[in-house]
């Protein structure tokens, strides 16, 4: 079975300091680039960051720059979220999924077809 | 950064009705378009990915349409599984970016 199971939440103050992870099972993770999502509470979907299938490439939404950081390790079939700095608003569930890539006339088209059920963080004083 | 515009915010239906959903694009992203649904206290689902290819086991019901910045999801024939949020999602550029979301409730 095709699963993500993330980890790693938790209750911290602001200005403070957690690291997520998602373990990948039944597919051959080291093929696939993969996300993080984040959802705060009553919100919608925010993409947060996204890294190729070796961790030399990463991209971030503007809000995480400097602050967050991804990476993974193939070895170990994990992907992780270093959060620094945390603020009231990182406050959400985060999910962590893996990217399709399909190609359509010459061109690659990405989603998201794999979620974890999400891990919770809450920053509070 | 790309801006996703989703229409109406709610949608109230009765099972068996048609749904349609739209999504606005605020610059040209050719089909780089995805669908997911998400229900209360799960993790969200991909429907349709690149504006119309149905995603794996997903019931022909659902279909997704349209490109450059108008596209809409249609769901022909509403079952009872499929009252919850959807979501438009691009991947045109980084960062790819969410629309808000429409709820589909039952009337």
């Known amino acids: 079975e095709v699963q993500l199971v993330e980890s790693g939440g938790g209750l911290v103050q602001p200005g403070g300091s957690l690291r997520l992870s998602c373990v990948a099972s039944?597919?051959?993770?080291?093929?696939?680039?993969m996300t993080w999502v984040r959802q705060a509470p009553g919100k919608g979907l925010e993409w947060v960051a996204n890294?190729?299938?070796?961790?030399?490439?990463?991209y971030y939404v503007d809000s995480v720059k400097g602050r967050f950081t991804i990476s993974r390790d193939n070895a170990k079939n994990s992907l992780y979220l270093q959060i620094n700095s945390l603020r009231a608003e990182d406050t959400a569930v985060y999910h962590c999924?893996?990217?399709?890539?399909?190609?359509?006339?010459?061109?690659?088209?990405?989603?998201?077809?794999?979620w974890g059920p999400g891990t919770t963080v809450s920053v509070s004083s | 950064e790309i801006v996703l515009t989703q229409s109406p915010g709610t949608l109230s239906l009765s099972p068996g009705e048609r749904a349609t959903l739209s999504c606005w694009a605020s610059?040209?992203?050719?089909?780089?378009l995805a669908w997911y649904q998400q229900k209360p206290g799960q993790a969200p689902r991909l429907l349709i990915y690149a504006a119309s290819s149905r995603a794996t086991g997903i019931p022909d019901r659902f279909s997704g349409g349209g490109s450059g910045t108008d596209f809409t999801l249609t769901i022909s024939r509403l079952e009872p599984e499929d009252f919850a949020v959807y979501y438009c999602q691009h991947c045109a550029n980084s960062p790819w970016t969410f629309g808000q979301g429409t709820k589909v409730d039952i009337k």
């Open positions: 039944g597919f051959t993770f080291s093929s696939h680039w």
């Open positions: 999924a893996r990217i399709i890539a399909v190609t359509i006339f010459g061109l690659a088209n990405y989603a998201m077809d794999v």
């Open positions: 610059q040209n992203i050719g089909s780089y």
């Open positions: 890294i190729r299938q070796d961790g030399n490439e990463m």
